[in-house]
Structure formats: structure tokens, C-alpha cells
């Protein structure tokens, strides 16, 4: 039997109301995809699941801790292996526990000579997420292979496979979020989603309160990786980009792993959706290994991992990029 997940996560929220940009606003001339050469086709699940193993290795890392830095400094040293640029985004937040310091780390892939405010301050067109720290427990060690290394394994060869195509790469962010996980039991109003809550509010102040300045979609990745996949986008996902990440999994035949849940869920898409930026929380939530000692690498498949990269590449690479 599945088991249901906790009452927390997937507690009924308000249906977003989302002014989606129109094209029009826009000034990048579409993306072409090349069927016959599509960028997904390059990504490779052992690959992702290496880089996987590679920051789960390191142990718990919750925020603020040495092993999160060493995470950090990982993931930066890849990304820009890949042509990346990245920057740290550094918040402090009042917690449960008193105010923590949270490092959100941002990615883009300049064009030739682009670099400080006019590679930061220009939107991209699209935002690809995940969370990178683990949530905290006393009573055990808590390596979240699963929660959240799959998806920074996905997110990490992505980058790699996309920076050998800088058109399409410099249209995307990846965003790497600090603090999702709660200081407390449970993510509330006032504790959890720190980095993605300072982050959407940034963003909404650099756009100056125009739709055509921000980012036109998001996607976020959050527990992707378990060897029965079983995605289920949240119940109040925005309807039209939903409908194209089906589109996406369907074009590869993995339509049986993916489908929308009945119920929503407080993840770091929620901030960034109530600024206008329509973001998809791409969430396979029906694991039993959840926050315990068990969410290992063993309970990992690289074939989950390659599942959802690929359908992740063709929803941006043909359906986010090239309208």
C-alpha cells in the first residue's frame, strides 16, 4: 500500500492565480528544436547518479554546517567545470533556533564578454531548481540521498550536458535553494522555504513590478530519484505547463511515471509562483524512506534519475524555449 503523505506537505493551499507574460513581451527569438538531435538524448542517469553519490558521501548537511559548504563549493566547482557562472545569494533569517545565515547559489551561462549586473540583471527565460541542504535531526544521521540528492544530481548534469550548447543554455538559471527544510518539526508559515521565499522576493524587485522582467517558467525538482518512480505534480500546478511536462513525457514514452496528485504541497515552488513566475514542482513524494536514516543511495535508481532528466531537457528544450 502507498502511503499517503504527511498532512504538512500536502495540506490544501489556494489555488495560485498566475498572469502568465505574454509571448509578445518577450525579446529572445524562439529556441528551434532539432528532433532528430534533441539535448535530452545526451543525458545519462549513471552520470547524474555520480554526482549524486558524490555529495551524499559527504553525510548530513544542514544549513549552516561545514559538510553544507563543502556541498557548496562542489557544486560551484562543477558548474563552472561546465562554462557556468555562478554567485552566491547569502540571507540571514530569524529561525526557531535564532537567525541563521542561508547561501542560495544562482547559475547562469554568459554569452561572450557578459559578465556582473548585465549577465545577473537580465531574466532568464527559464528557472531550474532544487533545494541542496538536508533537514536537521537530533536522533540520527540524515544524509538525504533521496531529499535532496537526486535532484542535484539531475540538475548538475544538466548543466554539464548544456553547457556544450550555450544558445540554449544562457536562456536558463539554475537556482540552488538554502533552507527548505524547516528548523522545526514542520515547514510553516514562518520556518522553511528561507531561500526560495528571499529569492522570489529579489527577483520581484529587480523586475521593477514587470511581468516581461522576470523569468516565464520554473521548474523545480525535489525527490526524484527512487527506483519506483511515481511523479505526481501537485493539484494546483499551473494548468499549462503541466500540460507540456506531460506532453514532454509522453514524446519519450515515459508517460506511466508521471501524472498530477490530488492534493498540493509547500515546496519551493510556492514563492516563486505567487510573483507571477509559473513553476511546476516536479515531486515524486510517495516514499516511505522520507526524512529517515534509510533515505540512502541504495534505495536510488540511475534509470529514475535518466527518466526524469531527459523528460525535464525535452519539457524545456521543445516546449518552454522554443514558443
Same mark, same amino acid.
Given at each position: 500500500?502507498?502511503?499517503?503523505?504527511?498532512?504538512?506537505?500536502?495540506?490544501?493551499?489556494? *489555488?495560485?492565480?498566475?498572469?502568465?507574460?505574454?509571448?509578445?513581451?518577450?525579446?529572445?527569438?524562439?529556441?528551434?528544436?532539432?528532433?532528430?538531435?534533441?539535448?535530452?538524448?545526451?543525458?545519462?542517469?549513471?552520470?547524474?547518479?555520480?554526482?549524486?553519490?558524490?555529495?551524499?558521501?559527504?553525510?548530513?548537511?544542514?544549513?549552516?554546517?561545514?559538510?553544507?559548504? $563543502?556541498? =557548496?563549493?562542489?557544486?560551484?566547482?562543477?558548474?563552472?567545470?561546465?562554462?557556468?557562472?555562478?554567485?552566491?545569494?547569502?540571507?540571514?533569517?530569524?529561525?526557531?533556533?535564532?537567525?541563521?545565515?542561508?547561501?542560495?547559489?544562482?547559475?547562469?551561462?554568459?554569452?561572450?564578454?557578459?559578465?556582473?549586473?548585465?549577465?545577473?540583471?537580465?531574466?532568464? =527565460?527559464?528557472?531550474?531548481?532544487?533545494?541542496?541542504?538536508?533537514?536537521?535531526?537530533?536522533?540520527?544521521?540524515?544524509?538525504?540521498?533521496?531529499?535532496?540528492?537526486?535532484?542535484?544530481?539531475?540538475?548538475?548534469?544538466?548543466?554539464?550536458?548544456?553547457?556544450?550548447?550555450?544558445?540554449?543554455?544562457?536562456?536558463?538559471?539554475?537556482?540552488?535553494?538554502?533552507?527548505?527544510?524547516?528548523?522545526?518539526?514542520?515547514?510553516?508559515?514562518?520556518?522553511?522555504?528561507?531561500?526560495?521565499?528571499?529569492?522570489?522576493?529579489?527577483?520581484?524587485?529587480?523586475?521593477?513590478?514587470?511581468?516581461?522582467?522576470?523569468? =516565464?517558467?520554473?521548474?523545480?525538482?525535489?525527490?526524484?530519484?527512487?527506483?519506483?518512480?511515481? *511523479?505526481?505534480?501537485?493539484?494546483?500546478?499551473?494548468?499549462?505547463?503541466?500540460?507540456?511536462?506531460?506532453?514532454?513525457?509522453?514524446?519519450?514514452?515515459?508517460? $506511466?511515471?508521471?501524472?498530477?496528485?490530488?492534493?498540493?504541497?509547500?515546496?519551493?515552488?510556492?514563492?516563486?509562483?505567487?510573483?507571477?513566475?509559473?513553476?511546476?514542482?516536479?515531486?515524486?513524494?510517495?516514499?516511505?524512506?522520507?526524512?529517515? +536514516?534509510?533515505?540512502?543511495?541504495?534505495?536510488? +535508481?540511475?534509470? +529514475?534519475?535518466?527518466?526524469?532528466?531527459?523528460?525535464?531537457?525535452?519539457?524545456?528544450?521543445?516546449?518552454?524555449?522554443?514558443?
Amino acid at each position: 500500500m502507498r502511503r499517503r503523505p504527511p498532512p504538512f506537505r500536502a495540506a490544501a493551499v489556494a *489555488v495560485l492565480s498566475l498572469a502568465l507574460p505574454a509571448a509578445g513581451c518577450r525579446r529572445e527569438a524562439a529556441h528551434v528544436f532539432d528532433e532528430s538531435k534533441p539535448l535530452d538524448a545526451e543525458f545519462s542517469g549513471a552520470a547524474a547518479f555520480e554526482h549524486t553519490r558524490k555529495i551524499v558521501e559527504m553525510g548530513p548537511r544542514p544549513a549552516g554546517s561545514e559538510n553544507l559548504e $563543502k556541498s =557548496r563549493q562542489l557544486i560551484e566547482e562543477t558548474l563552472t567545470a561546465a562554462g557556468w557562472t555562478t554567485a552566491r545569494q547569502s540571507l540571514k533569517q530569524k529561525t526557531p533556533e535564532g537567525e541563521m545565515e542561508f547561501v542560495n547559489l544562482r547559475a547562469r551561462f554568459p554569452a561572450n564578454g557578459e559578465t556582473g549586473d548585465a549577465l545577473w540583471k537580465k531574466p532568464a =527565460r527559464v528557472l531550474l531548481c532544487s533545494h541542496y541542504e538536508t533537514k536537521k535531526f537530533a536522533g540520527f544521521a540524515f544524509a538525504g540521498a533521496n531529499d535532496p540528492g537526486s535532484s542535484l544530481g539531475v540538475l548538475l548534469h544538466f548543466a554539464e550536458i548544456a553547457g556544450k550548447r550555450p544558445d540554449f543554455a544562457r536562456r536558463v538559471e539554475l537556482v540552488f535553494f538554502d533552507g527548505e527544510e524547516s528548523i522545526g518539526q514542520y515547514i510553516t508559515l514562518k520556518d522553511g522555504l528561507y531561500g526560495s521565499h528571499h529569492y522570489a522576493a529579489e527577483l520581484k524587485i529587480q523586475s521593477g513590478g514587470r511581468a516581461d522582467r522576470l523569468p =516565464r517558467w520554473g521548474v523545480l525538482l525535489d525527490l526524484v530519484g527512487d527506483k519506483d518512480l511515481n *511523479v505526481r505534480l501537485p493539484a494546483d500546478s499551473p494548468e499549462p505547463l503541466a500540460d507540456r511536462l506531460l506532453s514532454a513525457a509522453r514524446d519519450l514514452g515515459h508517460e $506511466k511515471y508521471f501524472g498530477i496528485s490530488r492534493s498540493s504541497i509547500v515546496d519551493d515552488h510556492v514563492p516563486l509562483n505567487k510573483i507571477g513566475v509559473p513553476t511546476l514542482d516536479v515531486i515524486d513524494f510517495d516514499y516511505k524512506y522520507w526524512h529517515s +536514516s534509510t533515505d540512502t543511495l541504495d534505495k536510488l +535508481s540511475p534509470e +529514475s534519475l535518466e527518466i526524469v532528466g531527459r523528460v525535464t531537457m525535452r519539457l524545456i528544450e521543445k516546449y518552454l524555449l522554443a514558443d
